[in-house]
């Protein structure tokens, strides 16, 4: 492959800084391509607004109301019990900010920033993928142009939880503590699931400690005589806080986020319990796993790669991405396979495992850009599992 | 930047500083948790969102009504049934205004009474084997005023007199039907999406209590 000869020892640090900026450039233009095309195979309409139109599904929707109006005070109007509260803020009011600046309708501007924002964690990734040309390539193929691109590139939180997560997970492998807080509370602001980044930061910090000889009872102390890492660890839930207080002053519940799972029919259970109902979901119309099959499956994946994470003595990514999946998994199957693919730290790692043979990683390549029309089509047509 | 690399004389105060906003962060946390944990909100939330007694989130809705006239809960009348639901209710659809968890409500304003009233109401079981029957519990203002077991899948009449207890001087009527056996979508599912029953038709008629 051309790209991994820009990227032998040989070649200069300038040659490969265009190799690792051109790559998820590529992909943007080819991942636009393949599910333009599949959108032109099955909608009627054309141009970039129908395209942009045609992929916000599902939650989409509430973000583009949160960007355009805000959230609703109670009682909710149109005698409606759902509010917006459940979905978190800081990403409808990015875009809020930059339609300002580009005022165009949402979903475009949405489109846009999202696009961006893979990128820019793609970027993040190559020195947390240890600069490996064929995993980088991997990842950002999955990201731009993989079977789950519409989800990093149509209104929904994956692309910019991406990017936060990278940029936590590479702020901690340069011990750079205080950027690994403000990105995590932008990512704590971004999706509920953000806050639990602050575990991986806590590790990392125990880590370093015990790499400079210090023992584990003596760990407290010298955080506490450490402000820099205190006020690391206490700024990473900040946005979580920043939301709570919001909706306590607008709606008088800062829990309103939680309370109103109930409007959408999540009721909390045993995580084995749903998994097992997903995966007894049997088709009884054919041999393709149904929605439910599917979303156990991306659960169970999920838990196996954060063990693998784990067995590579990467503890913070590990528990950070068990608890992203465990947690959502007390409520129920809903959304599973779109939490587990927007699980950085566990895309790297399968673009790193794919990487490790040059016909693992033409076939996964491959895989990727073919099914990125086919998951495009389905998405468009509403598929239960990729919600 | 390490704090280390910061020069001596100003170390100090860095450090200082890092303290005193470690402390800030989590005072205002603290503060924050402390209020989340006392949510100031009205009693219709806090059944619905918080506490989970109901599934019937209650609405300021009411709907003006004239004594002796039918409305129906089919598709045809969904506009003018929509001004009297309150909560708990899905459609309407061509066989009725479906329930929805396990109580539904119907709010309704009528005019001034110097008599009593009978309620007609024409209502459909949900029927899912082995459930084939459906107790519904029907107050009025927060008075139990009529239980009726449903069975089968034809609408059936439901007639009776509303307990005087229930009208007093008020100009409003509040409907619960409360249902003892609705059907949950899946066993693990949400109770606000049981179903019980199908209402078509409501009539109020004034009647002599002498």
Same mark, same amino acid.
Request: net charge positive.
């Given at each position: 492959?051309?790209?991994?000869?820009?990227?032998?020892? +040989?070649?200069?640090?300038?040659?490969?800084?265009?190799?690792?900026?051109?790559? &998820?450039?590529?992909?943007?233009?080819?991942?636009?391509?393949?599910?333009?095309?599949?959108?032109?195979?099955?909608?009627?309409?054309?141009?970039?607004?129908?395209?942009?139109?045609?992929?916000?599904?599902?939650?989409?929707? =509430?973000?583009?109301?949160?960007?355009? %109006?805000?959230?609703?005070?109670?009682?909710?109007?149109?005698?409606?019990?759902?509010?917006?509260?459940?979905?978190?803020?800081?990403?409808?009011?990015?875009?809020? @900010?930059?339609?300002?600046?580009?005022?165009?309708?949402?979903?475009?501007?949405?489109?846009?920033?999202?696009?961006?924002?893979?990128?820019?964690?793609?970027?993040?990734?190559?020195?947390?993928? #240890?600069?490996?040309?064929?995993?980088?390539?991997?990842?950002?193929?999955?990201?731009?142009?993989?079977?789950?691109?519409?989800?990093?590139?149509?209104? *929904?939180?994956?692309?910019?939880?991406?990017?936060?997560?990278?940029?936590?997970?590479?702020?901690?492998?340069?011990?750079?503590?205080?950027? @690994?807080?403000?990105?995590?509370?932008? *990512?704590?602001?971004?999706?509920?699931?953000?806050?639990?980044?602050?575990?991986?930061?806590?590790? /990392?910090?125990?880590?370093?400690?015990?790499?400079?000889?210090?023992?584990?009872?003596?760990?407290?102390?010298?955080?506490?005589?450490?402000?820099?890492?205190?006020?690391?660890?206490?700024?990473?839930?900040?946005?979580?806080?920043?939301?709570?207080?919001?909706?306590? %002053?607008?709606?008088?519940?800062?829990?309103?986020?939680?309370?109103?799972?109930?409007?959408?029919?999540?009721?909390?259970?045993?995580?084995?319990?749903?998994?097992?109902?997903?995966?007894?979901?049997?088709?009884?119309?054919?041999?393709?796993?149904?929605?439910?099959? =599917?979303?156990?499956?991306? @659960?169970?994946?999920?838990?196996?790669?954060?063990?693998?994470?784990?067995?590579?003595? /990467?503890?913070?990514?590990?528990?950070?991405?068990?608890?992203?999946?465990?947690?959502?998994?007390?409520?129920?199957?809903?959304?599973?396979?779109?939490?587990?693919?927007?699980?950085?730290?566990?895309?790297?790692?399968?673009?790193?495992?794919?990487?490790?043979?040059?016909?693992?990683?033409?076939?996964?390549?491959?895989?990727?850009?073919?099914?990125?029309?086919?998951?495009?089509?389905?998405?468009?047509?509403?598929?239960? @599992?990729?919600? | 930047?390490?704090?280390?690399?910061?020069?001596?004389?100003?170390?100090?105060?860095?450090?200082?500083?890092?303290?005193?906003?470690?402390?800030?962060?989590?005072?205002?946390?603290?503060?924050?948790?402390?209020?989340?944990?006392? &949510?100031?909100?009205?009693?219709?939330?806090?059944?619905?969102?918080?506490?989970?007694?109901?599934?019937?989130?209650?609405?300021?809705?009411?709907?003006?009504?004239?004594?002796? #006239?039918?409305?129906?809960?089919?598709?045809?009348?969904?506009?003018?049934?929509?001004?009297?639901?309150?909560?708990?209710?899905?459609?309407?659809?061509?066989?009725?205004?479906?329930? *929805?968890?396990?109580?539904?409500?119907?709010?309704?304003?009528?005019?001034?009474?110097?008599?009593?009233?009978?309620?007609?109401?024409?209502?459909?079981?949900?029927?899912?084997?082995?459930?084939?029957? /459906?107790?519904?519990?029907?107050?009025?203002?927060?008075?139990?005023?009529?239980?009726?077991? %449903?069975?089968?899948?034809?609408?059936?009449?439901?007639?009776?007199?509303?307990?005087?207890?229930?009208?007093?001087?008020?100009?409003?009527?509040?409907?619960?039907?409360?249902?003892?056996?609705?059907?949950?979508?899946?066993?693990?599912?949400?109770?606000?999406?049981?179903? +019980?029953?199908? %209402?078509?038709?409501?009539? *109020?008629?004034?009647?002599?209590?002498?």
């Amino acid at each position: 492959m051309a790209l991994e000869d820009v990227a032998r020892p +040989s070649a200069g640090g300038r040659s490969i800084a265009v190799a690792v900026a051109a790559v &998820p450039l590529l992909f943007v233009v080819s991942g636009l391509a393949i599910r333009y095309a599949a959108f032109a195979s099955v909608s009627e309409g054309s141009g970039f607004a129908a395209y942009a139109r045609a992929l916000c599904r599902w939650d989409c929707a =509430w973000y583009i109301g949160i960007s355009e %109006l805000g959230y609703e005070r109670f009682p909710i109007p149109n005698q409606s019990n759902v509010g917006r509260w459940g979905f978190f803020p800081f990403y409808p009011m990015l875009v809020a @900010a930059i339609r300002v600046v580009f005022p165009f309708p949402t979903i475009l501007v949405a489109t846009v920033t999202s696009i961006v924002c893979s990128y820019a964690a793609c970027l993040v990734a190559w020195p947390l993928l #240890e600069k490996n040309m064929r995993a980088y390539v991997l990842y950002c193929a999955f990201l731009l142009s993989g079977p789950f691109s519409f989800h990093f590139t149509t209104f *929904l939180t994956e692309p910019l939880f991406v990017l936060l997560t990278s940029c936590v997970f590479l702020a901690l492998k340069r011990s750079s503590y205080l950027a @690994a807080g403000v990105s995590s509370a932008l *990512l704590s602001a971004t999706r509920l699931v953000g806050v639990l980044v602050v575990f991986a930061t806590v590790i /990392q910090m125990f880590r370093e400690h015990r790499e400079q000889g210090g023992s584990t009872l003596s760990f407290p102390r010298w955080v506490l005589g450490r402000p820099d890492l205190l006020v690391a660890i206490f700024i990473s839930p900040a946005g979580l806080f920043a939301y709570i207080l919001f909706l306590y %002053l607008t709606i008088g519940d800062g829990f309103a986020f939680l309370h109103v799972q109930r409007a959408f029919g999540r009721v909390a259970g045993n995580p084995l319990v749903f998994l097992w109902d997903g995966l007894s979901a049997v088709s009884t119309t054919g041999w393709l796993p149904t929605a439910p099959q =599917w979303s156990a499956l991306a @659960a169970i994946t999920g838990l196996a790669l954060s063990a693998v994470l784990a067995a590579r003595r /990467q503890y913070g990514a590990a528990l950070f991405c068990a608890l992203c999946i465990i947690l959502p998994l007390i409520t129920n199957l809903a959304s599973m396979v779109r939490y587990v693919i927007g699980l950085a730290p566990l895309t790297m790692l399968v673009a790193v495992l794919l990487s490790a043979s040059r016909l693992t990683y033409l076939a996964a390549l491959v895989f990727f850009l073919g099914a990125c029309y086919f998951m495009t089509v389905a998405w468009i047509g509403g598929y239960l @599992a990729l919600v | 930047m390490p704090w280390s690399d910061i020069p001596a004389p100003y170390r100090r105060a860095a450090w200082l500083s890092g303290y005193a906003f470690a402390a800030v962060l989590a005072g205002s946390e603290i503060v924050i948790l402390a209020l989340a944990l006392n &949510p100031n909100v009205n009693a219709d939330y806090r059944a619905y969102y918080i506490d989970q007694t109901t599934t019937c989130l209650n609405r300021d809705a009411i709907g003006s009504y004239t004594l002796g #006239e039918t409305v129906s809960f089919r598709s045809d009348g969904a506009k003018r049934a929509a001004s009297i639901k309150v909560c708990g209710w899905s459609g309407s659809a061509g066989d009725g205004t479906h329930s *929805l968890g396990e109580t539904s409500r119907l709010r309704l304003e009528i005019p001034p009474l110097g008599h009593g009233l009978a309620a007609t109401l024409q209502m459909a079981a949900v029927i899912r084997p082995p459930q084939i029957t /459906q107790r519904v519990v029907i107050s009025v203002n927060g008075i139990r005023a009529h239980a009726v077991t %449903l069975s089968g899948k034809e609408p059936r009449m439901v007639t009776f007199i509303i307990p005087p207890a229930a009208l007093g001087k008020t100009d409003t009527l509040d409907i619960a039907f409360d249902y003892l056996d609705g059907i949950p979508q899946t066993p693990a599912a949400s109770n606000i999406y049981k179903r +019980s029953i199908k %209402l078509v038709s409501f009539r *109020l008629d004034a009647i002599d209590t002498d």
